[in-house]
C-alpha cells in the first residue's frame, strides 16, 4: 500500500486533542513566525505585481490577504499569502528535510481556515498535521537538490492541511495528495539566477494544494500510488532514492513540523553559519578597515546555492543579494548585524560593503559528502600584516540545538511588522502575538485578527 494511505490514515485519526502540549507550543511559535515572514514580505519587490494579478482576475471572497485586507477566493489568498511568507526568504526551514515547510502550509491553511470558519484548535491540528507530513517526505530523501523541496514537497502538505480543515475521509485525502502530485513543481534554478520566481513558488505550492483538496471535496479522483508508484513521487522526483522508515518512524506519536529551525537572519539558510561565525568575528573587534581577505567553506549542498563570487562590476538583484554567502559576510562584518533593510535595492549598492564583498573567497568544502549537511561553516579572516582570525559553526543559528531566546523571537517579529507595506501601530504587535498564543481558544479563524482583517 502506497505511503498515501497511511498518512492519510494518521491524518484523518488524529485531533487537536491527541498533540502533545509541547507540539502544539512549537507550532504556535511558528505559525507567529511565518506570519512575521508574511508581513515584512507584503513590502517585498514583486509582490505588489502579484497583487495587481489576483485584484484583476477577481472572483468570490472567501478569504482575507495579509496586510493589504483584499477578500478574495481561498486558492488567490494563499498563493499571495504564501508568496508573502517567503519574499523575504525569512520563514521558518527544516534543515534535515532542506525546505521552508510552514509558508505554504500555513499559508493554505489559513485561507481554508477562514473560508470553512474552522476553529483556532482545527487550525493547528491542520498545520501539525501538514507539516508533519512534508518534513518527513523530505527527510526520508537522499539526493541533492534541483527541485525546489518547498515548492514540490509544500504542495502536499498544503493538500493535506486543507484536506483536514475541510474534514475530507481518507479516501478524499489520498485523492487530495494524488491531485497534489499533478501540480508538484518548483525548481532550485531560480535562486541560483536569483529570481523573483522563488518567493512564488511557495505561493503557487500553496495555491494548489487548496485546489487539489476542494477538488478532492467534490469527488475528483487522483492518482492513489502518489508517493511510491511506478510514477509517483519518489521514482519520478528523485529516481527512487528514499528512505521509506524515515516517513513511517513514529508517524502519530512524533511530528516531524516541530523539529523546524527559525531563522535569525533574513536570507538564505544555507550560509547562516557563516554569517553567525563572522558576527562573532566583528564582536571580538575584527573590522573591515583591517581585512585584507575572507574565506567562507561552505558544504556542497550550502556552496552550490550561496557560493556564487558578488562582484562590484556585476549588477545583482535583491533576491541574489539573499542567496549570497560574500554578501551576507560583507554585511556582517562591515556593521556588524544583519537586518530586512539590508536586503534591499539601495542597501546592495553600498561601496564599502561591495568591495569587501569582492574580496570575500567562497570555498565548497569536499571533505563532506552528504547532500543535506549544512554544517560545519567557517569564517577565516587575514589581516593587513597578515595576522589571521577564524571562526566555525558547528551548528546553525536557530535550529533546535541553538534556539533562539524569547526576547530574540520577539525581536524578530517586531521588526517584521517595521517592514510593512501599510503602517501598523504598535500596539498591533502585542494584540498579534496575543493571539496566535491563544490560537486554541478561538473558536472561528474569521475572527483572529491579522493584519488586514476587518
Known amino acids: 500500500m502506497d505511503l498515501a494511505f497511511q498518512l492519510a490514515e494518521n491524518a484523518c485519526r488524529k485531533s487537536y486533542e491527541d498533540l502533545p502540549a509541547p507540539v502544539v507550543a512549537a507550532t504556535k511559535n511558528f505559525i507567529l513566525d511565518t506570519i512575521g515572514a508574511a508581513i515584512a514580505g507584503s513590502s517585498a519587490e514583486g509582490i505588489d505585481a502579484g497583487l495587481q494579478f ?17 477578500r478574495l477566493p481561498a486558492t488567490a489568498a494563499a498563493m499571495m499569502n504564501g508568496a508573502m511568507c517567503q519574499a523575504r526568504d525569512f520563514d521558518p526551514v527544516y534543515e534535515p528535510g ?26 493547528i491540528n491542520a498545520v501539525v498535521l501538514g507539516t ?30 486543507s484536506a483536514r480543515l475541510l474534514r475530507l475521509d481518507r479516501e478524499r485525502t489520498v485523492c487530495a495528495l494524488g491531485l497534489a502530485l499533478s501540480s508538484s513543481s518548483g525548481n532550485i534554478q531560480t535562486v541560483i539566477d536569483g529570481s523573483l520566481a522563488k518567493r512564488y513558488q511557495g505561493g503557487f505550492a500553496a495555491e494548489a494544494g487548496v485546489k487539489a483538496a476542494l477538488l478532492a471535496s467534490r469527488g475528483i479522483t487522483g492518482p492513489a500510488n502518489v508517493f511510491e508508484g511506478r510514477c509517483g513521487f519518489f521514482n519520478l522526483y528523485e529516481s527512487g532514492r528514499y528512505r521509506r522508515e524515515s516517513v513511517i518512524e513514529g508517524l502519530g506519536e512524533h511530528f516531524e513540523g516541530a523539529a523546524a529551525s527559525i531563522k535569525p537572519y533574513p536570507c538564505a539558510r544555507e550560509h547562516h553559519g557563516a554569517l553567525a561565525a563572522a558576527l562573532r568575528l566583528f564582536a571580538a573587534g575584527v573590522r573591515a578597515s583591517d581585512i585584507e581577505s575572507v574565506v567562507v567553506r561552505l558544504p556542497p549542498n550550502a556552496f552550490a546555492l550561496s557560493g556564487k563570487p558578488f562582484r562590484r562590476t556585476e549588477s545583482h538583484t535583491v533576491a541574489a543579494a539573499i542567496g549570497s554567502a560574500a554578501y551576507g559576510v560583507a554585511v556582517a562584518l562591515v556593521q556588524g548585524r544583519i537586518a530586512l533593510e ?3 535595492k539601495d542597501a546592495i549598492s553600498r561601496p564599502e560593503v561591495r568591495e569587501l564583498a569582492e574580496r570575500v573567497q567562497v570555498l565548497e568544502d569536499r571533505t563532506i559528502s552528504d547532500a543535506k549537511m549544512l554544517v560545519p561553516q567557517s569564517v577565516v579572516i587575514r589581516l593587513r600584516g597578515g ?16 534556539p533562539l531566546t524569547p526576547r530574540e523571537l520577539k525581536d524578530k517579529f517586531r521588526a517584521c511588522l517595521s517592514h510593512s507595506a501599510r503602517p501598523l501601530a504598535s500596539e498591533q504587535s502585542a494584540a498579534i502575538v496575543h493571539a496566535i498564543e491563544h490560537l486554541e481558544s478561538l473558536e472561528n479563524v474569521r475572527d483572529l485578527r491579522l493584519p488586514g482583517n476587518p
Open 54 to 70: 489576483v485584484r484583476e482576475t477577481g472572483g468570490t471572497p472567501q478569504a482575507t490577504l495579509l496586510v493589504f485586507g483584499d
Open 98 to 123: 532542506v525546505l521552508l515547510p510552514y509558508g505554504p502550509i500555513v499559508a493554505a491553511a489559513l485561507a481554508v481556515g477562514e473560508s470553512r470558519g474552522a476553529s483556532g484548535k482545527e487550525l
Open 132 to 161: 508533519d507530513l512534508t518534513c518527513r517526505i523530505g527527510k526520508a530523501l537522499m539526493s541533492g537538490l534541483g527541485w525546489s523541496r518547498t515548492a514540490t514537497l509544500g504542495v502536499f502538505g498544503a493538500a493535506l492541511a
Open 342 to 344: 539590508d536586503f534591499r
Open 387 to 402: 595576522a589571521m582570525r577564524e571562526e566555525a559553526s558547528l551548528q546553525m543559528p536557530g535550529s533546535p540545538q541553538m
